[in-house]
């Protein structure tokens, strides 16, 4: 592999050549630049869609009340009801269920309100939420805490804000914690800001809520016992769908409803649409994975193609090297470690000029909350082992015009023209 007059050879072919070289190695080149490519711009969507999902428990699933849809137990369909705290004590005595999390929102789902300090206000969602909401939707904190029970048990007055709320209603060189903001006509005492866990959509929710203990806002907002919808994760080893359907059970049972009514409780199950997603970035990987191994495979040929030439075109010199003594394996060596070299360096600036290209289309993107393209880039490992297997295949192109050179008696390649 490392004989001098070897390589002297290699490098004077490639030289009269240089047209057809270029040509050859281009088209691994263009094979493993696009491989990888596609592969990046994969992650980046991946990365972008599942970015709407960070600090949410994939084994969690939400359910509010709705209208009922069917007649059941002599009472009319369409009729609305609530779900309450005595529904929060019954979900707790499922085995299945691990955390359960009442929550409430100010005006119902969707809805913003008046949110004062001093002159200046803003409108932001207002929720009522438990300690536990935490560990199913994450929250990060840029200052100060978060709720604990007893700010439940107590009806505590006190609030977290997000990040986009201290913006509008504090200066930036002043401290929140401490400070009050007013809603409806109620103070509540700032104890910690939060900052987004996700993007998109859920990072810009995030950002403008305002959290304050589930028992003060139901007495301060004369809720009574209402709450709005539960958040609740399956406990370790269940399926959320099955948690689900045990919790769904319950409820229906508890408020009337038709067992085969299912409109009347409205859900939506992290589980089911986080494995959605996998599963059709697992396909987009399988596509690309094949349409750029069928882009390599098609320069590899090439180089096989290429190999076959150089090899008829010397023909007579092959045969003056097998009749002063040159044994077959030395000509297959040639011809492999021509077939490797051109592969390798084709391949090897291909990766380079890919990965940079990546690296330089990630730093231009700027990351907002509302991004669905972050992050484009690939694994090194991938990108060294997509390498290693060109090369491979580098060495079985350069084989078979190997095997055809050898096949020729001396004889015969002195007799060619």
Same mark, same amino acid.
């Given at each position: ?18 047209? %057809?070289?270029?040509? @050859? ?30 600090? @949410? ?10 209208? @009922? ?22 979900? /707790? ?20 309100? *008046?949110? #004062? ?29 978060? &709720? *604990?029970?007893? +700010?439940?048990?107590? %009806? /505590? ?8 709320? /201290?913006?509008? &209603? ?11 903001? /007013? ?10 800001? @939060? ?15 305002? *959290? ?39 409820? %229906? ?33 399988? &596509? ?14 090439? #180089? ?41 360096? =084709? ?10 290209? &990546? ?18 880039? #690939? ?17 079985? =192109? ?16 002195? %007799?060619? +023209?």
């Amino acid at each position: 592999m490392f004989d001098r007059d070897a390589w002297q050879e290699i490098f004077a072919t490639i030289k009269k050549n240089k047209l %057809r070289t270029f040509l @050859t190695c281009f088209g691994v080149y263009w094979g493993i630049f696009m491989l990888v490519i596609m592969l990046g711009a994969g992650n980046g969507l991946r990365n972008g869609i599942l970015a709407g999902f960070n600090g @949410t428990a994939t084994n969690s699933f939400f359910c509010w009340a709705q209208k @009922t849809s069917k007649p059941y137990k002599g009472m009319k369909p369409g009729r609305s009801f609530n779900f309450t705290n005595d529904d929060f004590k019954a979900l /707790r005595q499922l085995p299945e269920l691990d955390i359960i999390a009442p929550m409430n929102r100010l005006g119902g789902y969707g809805s913003s309100n *008046n949110v #004062v300090r001093g002159l200046k206000t803003g409108n932001y969602q207002v929720s009522g939420v438990y300690p536990e909401v935490n560990q199913i939707e994450k929250v990060d904190l840029s200052e100060g805490r978060f &709720l *604990n029970y007893n +700010d439940i048990l107590q %009806r /505590r007055k006190v609030c977290i804000i997000g990040k986009r709320v /201290r913006e509008i &209603l504090f200066k930036p060189d002043e401290n929140p914690l401490g400070d009050y903001i /007013r809603v409806n006509g109620v103070y509540f005492r700032v104890i910690g800001v @939060t900052k987004p866990t996700a993007g998109g959509q859920n990072g810009q929710e995030q950002s403008e809520t305002v *959290n304050i203990p589930f028992t003060t806002f139901q007495q301060a907002f004369n809720y009574g016992d209402v709450v709005g919808w539960f958040a609740v994760t399956a406990k370790n080893g269940v399926q959320a769908t099955e948690a689900e359907e045990k919790a769904l059970a319950v409820l %229906r049972e508890r408020h009337k409803i038709a067992p085969e009514d299912q409109l009347a409780i409205g859900h939506w199950n992290m589980e089911k649409e986080f494995n959605k997603l996998s599963g059709l970035f697992s396909g987009i990987d399988i &596509l690309v994975w094949v349409v750029g191994t069928g882009t390599l495979l098609a320069g590899i040929i090439g #180089v096989s193609n290429i190999m076959l030439i150089i090899v008829k075109e010397r023909t007579k010199e092959i045969g003056i090297r097998r009749a002063i003594g040159a044994p077959p394996a030395l000509i297959v060596r040639q011809i492999i470690i021509e077939s490797v070299f051109l592969t390798a360096i =084709a391949g090897y600036v291909g990766l380079v000029v890919s990965v940079s290209l &990546l690296e330089l289309v990630s730093n231009a993107i700027p990351e907002s909350d509302d991004s669905m393209f972050i992050h484009p880039g #690939v694994d090194v490992s991938v990108a060294l082992t997509a390498l290693a297997i060109l090369i491979f295949a580098g060495a079985l =192109a350069g084989l078979i015009p190997a095997r055809k050179a050898i096949a020729v008696s001396p004889v015969e390649a002195l %007799r060619a +023209d």
